[in-house]
């Protein structure tokens, strides 16, 4: 499942080279726009001009990882009625399309090294503070790629309910986006929204693991970034659990 989905990622060569392309237009911009609004400002909320813009290549490049274009594989499978294979495979509907993510993010990597390239190249890509801080973000990033991976398939289940997703879709990435501090670090956030924002899982996936390598946030800490996003993954578990189970008692095949 995991070689079906870098295949499929990396199949297509002109919407690989496409996607590369992309990263790098999108890392030159963010380079440029962020540069642009520090103009004349030595600091913002504590952040100088080289962290700013380097948190927003990477969380950038976290993001083009942790939430694809396409959820996953089954809202399409359910569409055309392929589900029903799946159904009868050793490994399960969420336990194929997880696999098949692990795949979708090796196929990722080829972008993800052009971004990294073409900010170094620009001066837009700080190192991580310490050896700890890139340890703490390597650890946190991982688990919070798990967290999305989980509401990524959870969000898709919607398929069994409705054929158009687009709409669930669209809105999930939207708060996702925002709430993760990868469209705009949660620094920035007023003081009045921090607080809600602090209790979505969205932070832990892009923000946490940023802090750590920037070293905005004590290492100390990094034990209780992981508890929580421990307690954030096992709940994504169960919700999947649960929507996975109600939405397998809407399969209808052949009549049965």
Known sequence: MIRLGSTNALFFR???ALS???????????????RAVYSGHGQVAGINEADAVS???IAMLLWHIALPWQLSSIPDRVREGTVATDLIRPIGVVGQSLLQAVGATVG????????????????????????GALGGFLLTAALGWSIAAMLNIAVSMVAFWTTDTRGPFYI?????????????????MPTWLRPLLDALPFGLQVFAPLQLWHGQEPIGRLWAVLATQLAWLAAAAAIVALVSWRALRKVVINGG
């Open 14 to 16: 002109a919407n690989l």
């Open 20 to 34: 590369m392309v992309s990263v790098a237009l999108q890392t030159v911009l963010l380079v440029t726009v962020w």
């Open 55 to 57: 948190y927003a290549v």
């Open 108 to 131: 990722a990597i080829p972008g993800v090294m052009v971004g990294l390239a073409v900010a170094f190249a620009f001066g837009g890509l700080e190192p991580p503070a310490s050896t």
């Open 172 to 188: 999930y990435r939207a708060v996702a986006s925002f709430a993760s501090g990868a469209l705009i670090p949660l620094w920035f």
